[in-house]
């Protein structure tokens, strides 16, 4: 709105000045005429004069151009003279109809308006061609024949120009958007990536460094000291490992929110997140083990940790008070999960959840499912509520058969 004011006080400015010159041009050639014994020029002449200029500060550019058009071929018609001030007016008016030409949607309409463009630098050349071309008129005519054509044209090439770098500068401004959202994306999937793949082995050196120390009789002090600096080494990397997740994963939220544990938590600890969601809810909350357990790699002792922390997350936020079970079932091919909660089975439990340690809703685990071997599906379940089924593999784990 203020661009819009600007705009018209300055065409509005500019129309003052190229009339005032018109007007004070045209009153002394009609005081010269007058005193040579001409009657009505001096009246005429600056009325002509005013209707060749005013337009530009109240009109549109259609009608700006065919009312200065107009008004200066009348007035080189009548009187045989044209102001300078009434002459710039025919080129600025008919560079804003060439601008006007250019922004039309419709191409139909901008050819009718460039043919327009043309059309009105056509009287100019006839008087051109039916005045002596030694006098005023026909000098002005002669040099407006080929400035009003000259002017239309290099506004319409102006709007173009201008509109191709505002289409560029968008297209930019697209391109950006999509590389910083690639870029966040693939920061998220390196981070979960590095959390499922790397951190629990590195957990598991650490472990295994603790327990071959402790565990070992009659070790001898130097090589106590080596694995106790091994597992001091594999913390670090821990440390540092979360340091970068962090920084990975800065748009899902601060770094002092995530959760610390060393090494990462296993099946052993279900019972007791178990145990925390049903203190935090209020509801019941069951863990039911079927099958003989057993150590499984840690990965997908992580990934399952991971996948019940996310559907008990869920399971609070959506479902409120609803009982929840969480099954575990031991098989020799696989370790079937299943979180069922007696909720409404809302389909906005398909959200990231940013209060788990996951934080990725049901695309994170499914996506920690599928990074160990194993598939995942969530939706409504059959007798009401919300389900979660997974099926991971049962192989054992490297670390376990050293």
Known sequence: MLQERGGGRREGTAAAVLA???LAEALARGAVHHRNGSS???LTSAFLALCATAPL???GAIGTATAVVAASVLAMTITGVLPAGSA????VAMYRLGWAAGSFAESRLRRLAATFAVALSVPFSVIALCVPRHSDAGVVAVLLSAWAAAAAFAGNAA??????RVHQAAREAVARSLVEHTARGERARIARELHDVVAHHISMIAVQAETARLATPGMPTAGAERLLAIGDTARAG???MRRLLGVLREDAGPADHEEIRHPQPGLDQLLTLVDAARLTSGATTRL??????AALDPGVELAAYRITQEALTNARRHAPGAPVDVELRFTDEALRLRIRDSGPGAESQNTDSAASAGGHGVAGMRERAVAVGGRLAAGPSPTGGFLVEAELPAGASEEGAL
């Open 288 to 293: 039911i083990v079927s099958g003989t357990p």
């Open 20 to 22: 005032g010159a018109a």
């Open 88 to 91: 710039v007016a025919v080129v």
């Open 40 to 42: 009505g020029v001096l």
């Open 57 to 59: 500060g109240f009109l």
């Open 238 to 240: 821990l440390t540092e």
């Open 159 to 164: 709007h173009a120009r201008t509109e191709a």
